[in-house]
């Protein structure tokens, strides 16, 4: 249940959970939470990577991609590795092959190490074709093992989109609808009197605020501010324009750039 569901370990402590268990079967001893993740848990990983293991071993040829971010709250860096590829019955899987804190520096040799190690502990260090990534330095230590590489088709996407929304026509819209956006998630007062019009309007959509590491936010930004116009400009008039509306022109701009980010943000999903 817990590997199903991802639900805590500490379920096992819970009084709910508990009762529940010896309601159903009171001689029943629930494990602990340490036999869970010094026994269970391991168990459970090395039969799921065995059988996993004696897939991938069909295989001819393997892909990898790879994809390492820093956790900003802990500053601790994490990569994972997960591979694709098609077995003789042509069906295709994928699978997380690891994901874990990395603590050596991000430098070509050691990100090369890492990927060798990866790929001799899973038997297919002979089966790797490809690895995707968009990051200098995993290309850089690509270069290293001799295997191809394949650029993120998706970042790649998302970097076209960033590079437009910074046409000089396009930049100071986005600045403005941000600022209106943030205002509205700062002050309560303001979001209040939007929520209220918004239910008078059977309307119940909040405003949506782009960050720059999610692709395609910057259209789920704008998307959700179109759909909102009617109850978010009767707020802002009531509040007597705490930040400046958007003219007439930049509603027609934003629906027009909205059209044309529409097609990216459907390519990126899919």
């Known amino acids: 249940m817990i590997v199903k569901d991802l639900q805590p370990l500490s379920i096992v402590e819970d009084r709910g959970f508990r009762e529940l268990i010896g309601g159903l079967e009171p001689s029943f001893v629930i494990p602990s939470r ?9 168990q459970k990983y090395e039969q799921k990577k065995e059988k996993f293991k004696n897939l991938i071993s ?27 590829f098609i077995t003789p019955e042509w069906t295709l899987h994928s699978c997380l092959l690891e994901c874990g804190q990395y603590d050596e520096s991000h430098t070509a040799q050691h990100l090369q190490s890492e990927i060798f190690r990866i790929a001799e502990e899973w038997g297919i260090s002979d089966k790797v074709f490809s690895v995707t990534d968009n990051a200098a330095n995993v290309k850089a230590g690509l270069r290293l ?9 998706a970042h790649t996407l ?12 396009i930049k100071p819209l986005r600045k403005k609808v941000k600022t209106i956006v943030e205002h509205f998630h700062r002050s309560t007062k303001a979001n209040n009197k939007f929520l209220e019009i918004q239910r008078q ?12 590491t999610r692709w395609n936010s910057t259209y789920f930004m704008f998307e959700r501010f179109l759909k909102v116009r009617e109850p978010l400009v009767a707020t802002l008039g009531i509040l007597n324009n705490p930040v400046q509306n958007l003219s007439k022109e930049e509603w027609q701009l934003l629906k ?15």
């Open 201 to 212: 309007m059977s309307n119940d959509l909040i405003l949506i605020n782009d960050v720059v």
């Open 58 to 84: 069909k295989a001819d040829s393997v892909a990898l991609t790879t994809e390492g971010w820093t956790a900003q709250h802990r500053q601790m860096s994490y990569i994972f590795y997960t591979a694709h």
């Open 145 to 153: 093992t001799g295997w191809g590489h394949i650029g993120c088709f």
């Open 256 to 270: 027009d750039i909205c059209l044309i980010l529409k097609p990216f943000g459907q390519i990126t999903t899919e």
């Open 34 to 42: 340490f036999t869970l993740t010094n026994l269970f848990l391991p």
């Open 158 to 169: 998302n970097l076209v989109v960033q590079s437009g929304l910074e046409i000089s026509d």
